[in-house]
């Protein structure tokens, strides 16, 4: 019998995260089984697999999707979306495209996100002041469609860079998002980037860098070897 209640205390403090490992992206004890969700354009649904990794907590797991400026998206279902996931246990979200005709060009992106609200034994914070962390995971979701003909294994030796007064443009002539991480310039780290299809992208630059190092992540959340660019 499940004993124990999901509350609703004040404070409660909402902690965002998104972890990017190779494989899993996890918050508190919810593992979701990638970085990133591809979703072919065409198909009914995909699926996504939510693993409770805890051994002794069991979390209300909400899951819901955003357009590509982070609001609240009615453009895919997801079910279920709530349910309890008791320790160890590993469910299978069914995501559902629902929304308007997108571009046949290029990916289009979203991104999946789920919330993970811890339980609390009542019988142990009886007048007890209590703060009740809710953690949410957001990884990317790529809606991509079959009729692009650039293979995606190809898209991040399509990048182009040229340095411009105090900052260095890095183009994307590709169909597809390219997410740039462990990014330098001559040696000094600046901030990750994602480019997206057709776009250019801006990093700030002190003085006149000379090269630049980065690597990119493939569909399977993996890391690639780093490149260097001469600019």
Excluded at 191 to 219: C, K, Q, W
Aim: cysteine-free.
């Amino acid at each position: 019998m499940f004993s124990r209640s999901f509350l609703k205390p004040l404070p409660a403090l909402l902690l965002s995260a998104a972890v990017l490992l190779p494989q899993i992206a996890s918050a508190g004890g919810i593992v979701l089984g990638g970085t990133r969700l591809v979703y072919p354009l065409e198909a009914k649904q995909s699926t996504l697999s939510v693993r409770n990794s805890s051994k002794e907590t069991s979390y209300l797991v909400q899951s819901w999707a955003e357009n590509a400026h982070g609001k609240k998206s009615t453009d895919f279902i997801i079910t279920p979306p709530l349910y309890v996931s008791n320790p160890g246990d590993q469910n299978m979200l069914r995501v559902i495209f629902s929304g308007p005709s997108l571009p046949q060009d290029r990916e289009t992106l979203y991104y999946f996100n789920a919330k993970a609200i811890p339980s609390v034994d009542k019988s142990k914070m009886e007048g007890k002041n209590t703060l009740m962390l809710a953690a949410v995971t957001r990884i990317k979701m790529f809606v991509r469609p079959s009729g692009i003909k650039v293979p995606v294994e190809k898209a991040p030796s399509m990048l182009t860079f040229k340095r411009s007064g105090n900052q260095v443009q890095i183009s994307n002539p590709s169909p597809y998002h390219i997410t740039m991480v462990q990014v330098a310039l001559d040696g000094r780290k600046v901030a990750d980037t994602m480019v997206a299809p057709f776009s250019t992208e801006s990093l700030p630059a002190s003085g006149s860098p000379r090269t630049l190092t980065y690597s990119t992540i493939n569909d399977y959340g993996a890391v690639s070897a780093q490149q260097k660019q001469n600019l």
